[in-house]
């Protein structure tokens, strides 16, 4: 049985108010009394009414909608960076539409278009790559677009990351400190900003001490590639005493292989650290030695940039990056001087 759809003005006749009243109670950020909204708000449940946002993004010209793309969603560090930024744009009263991504350019270029259509105010992409040709697109669409733990250079694109640069030479000094000479590293996918600036950032921190890494092998940032690149190392004639990986989800495949499989003692055969302090990572089977990502802040940030580039434009695109700590667990020797 097919039921009429309930109208704004239906509301209004019901709460006693005019149609426009009834349209800012559910505007976000719209200014109306409580009574008002009390009154509409009760109407609206008694006829079941549901504000057409489509409708209101044709008439405004805002959808109050930002697209959120995202790859590697099996990677533990984005579905909660995820849930983070959703919760963060709807305190700002914005929805998320999330689409997900493999990072070749076809794909990629197929849902940047697709939430074009959409006609969102803006797009957050999360460890996926824009193109120049992609970048200019959205601009002429007018459509902000920032980069979530991904940077590009040369673009006119806000980005917000860790420090991975700096990170990766905190791990080079830490490991040194505590005596290590043999150092591997199984980097997140060359591919990638993230991938490419923890390497840079490893061989110049080892450079300071007349060292170079032993081996280094890409990653991925997939499970099975981590795993066998650590059956490699660790078989080989000379196999490292610590390996740096570019991330946790990698890292616990690398260190479920050594301890059981290879029957390694870790840290005493090998020292493993990772990279985003995922909350998996604190968990005692694991105990990971990592670099922690400030995710709250990159969130936050994140939101601002996008909602400022939105509109008038008060905030211009950027690249923000944040200092992470080096937390030490049991994949690791302690320092020295330390119990």
Known sequence: ?????????????????????????????????????????????????????????????KSRIIGLVVAYLDNQFYPLALEHLSNALQEQGYHVLVFTASNTKREIDEVIQELLDYQVDG??????????????????????VVMFNRSQDGADVGSVTSDNVAAGRKVADFLVEVGHKNIAHISGWAGSSTGRDRQQGLIEGLRRYN??????????????????AARDLMNSPTPPDAIFVGNDHMAFAVLDTCRFELNLDVPLDVAIIGFDDVPLAAWPAYNLTTVRQPLVRMINATVEMIIGQIGEGEIAPSRIVFDGPLIQRGTTRPPKGTI
Do not use: W
């Open 211 to 228: 060292l170079e890494p032993t081996a280094i092998i890409d990653g991925k940032y997939d499970r099975a590639i981590a795993a066998q």
């Open 123 to 144: 797009i957050i992409t999360a460890s996926v790559g824009m193109s120049s040709d992609l970048t200019d697109r959205c601009k002429a669409a007018g459509i902000p």
């Open 1 to 61: 049985m097919q039921h009429d759809r309930i109208t704004s003005l239906q509301v209004a006749e019901r709460a006693g108010v005019s149609q426009s009243a009834v349209s800012r109670v559910f505007t976000p950020g719209a200014s109306a009394s409580a009574k008002t909204v009390a009154k509409v708000k009760k109407a609206a449940v008694e006829l079941g009414y549901r504000p057409n946002m489509m409708a209101r993004a044709m008439i405004t010209g």
